[in-house]
């Protein structure tokens, strides 16, 4: 499952504490069965999809919760620890290798989770969506980049659009899916930038400014996430 993280997410991802907790081996170890991967004739892995579950019944667990792709992960090792049965499935990861990239492999993934979520027998899929390109636009808000529509009504964000194709609906903005908080000499070192003032930041690979406080000596980074639910009943 050699798929390298692309380069222009952000070397800042890498102090995302929530994502120390669902290491592979520890994916693999205990839901090695809701992982699928693509691959080639000859074995190599072109692509891989990655999901966790949890149940949506527990109180006051609301849907599509700000905190994202986090509270995601909190509420699956919460299930896990508690010997809950899960209802739903969360898409945390789907990668593309880059010398697949481009020619629709996402979708082939994104159907196979859809699959596998329904012959598993749980209620619904939900993805929190980073879309990459949003990258390019840091300053626009996550609410209006993923309501821009082109003119066939299908989102503009290729990421979002490939997830609408298959069935996805948009449900609302997760504005702290990720959080990423550290020093400013630890930002300094992932980002290249002086970071000397105090205010909002423009990071490479981050999707919204970096919240920067000197005297506190404390960047603050927190990713908006697109909301996606897809629908298991055949139609
Ligand atoms: C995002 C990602 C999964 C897309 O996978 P892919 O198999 O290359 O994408 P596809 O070939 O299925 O293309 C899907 C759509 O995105 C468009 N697209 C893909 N890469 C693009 C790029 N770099 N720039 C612009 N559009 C792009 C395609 O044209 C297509 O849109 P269309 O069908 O309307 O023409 C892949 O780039 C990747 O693994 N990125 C790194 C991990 C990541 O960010 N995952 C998403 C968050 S978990």
Redesign the pocket.
């Known amino acids: 499952m050699a ?1 390298p ?2 380069d222009d ?1 952000g070397a800042f991802m890498a102090g995302h504490l929530t994502g120390q907790i669902v290491t592979r081996a520890r994916v693999l170890r205990h839901w090695s069965d809701l992982s699928i991967a693509v691959l080639a004739e000859d074995g190599a892995c072109l ?1 891989r999809g990655v999901m966790v579950p949890f149940d949506s019944s527990v109180e006051q667990r609301e849907p599509f919760p700000d905190a994202g792709w986090e509270q995601a992960v909190i509420w699956a090792v919460d299930d896990l620890l508690e010997d809950r049965r899960p209802d739903t499935l969360c ?8 010398d ?10 994104l159907e196979g989770m859809q699959a596998l979520a329904r012959e598993r027998g749980f209620d619904r899929l939900v ?1 929190p ?5 949003k990258a390019n636009e840091p300053w626009v808000p996550m609410e209006e980049y993923a309501a821009r529509r082109r003119d066939d009504g ?1 989102p503009e964000d ?2 979002l ?2 997830h609408v ?1 298959a069935g996805g609906r948009l449900r609302g903005i997760a504005r702290r899916s990720t959080t990423v908080t550290a020093d400013l000499d630890q930002w300094r070192a992932w980002s290249g930038l002086p970071l000397a003032a105090d205010g909002l930041v423009a990071v490479p690979g981050a999707l919204a400014p970096l919240i920067v406080n000197v005297a506190l000596d404390i960047g603050c980074y927190l990713e908006p996430n697109v909301w996606v639910d897809h629908p298991l009943c055949e139609s």
Do not use: F, K, N
Not at 91 to 98: M, Q, S
Not at 129 to 133: G, K, S, T, Y
């Open positions: 798929i993280y692309p997410a692509a898409a945390l990861e789907i990668a593309v290798h880059p697949a990239a481009r020619r629709g492999i996402s979708r082939t993934v993805a969506l980073r879309p990459p390109l299908l290729p990421w659009r490939t194709r």
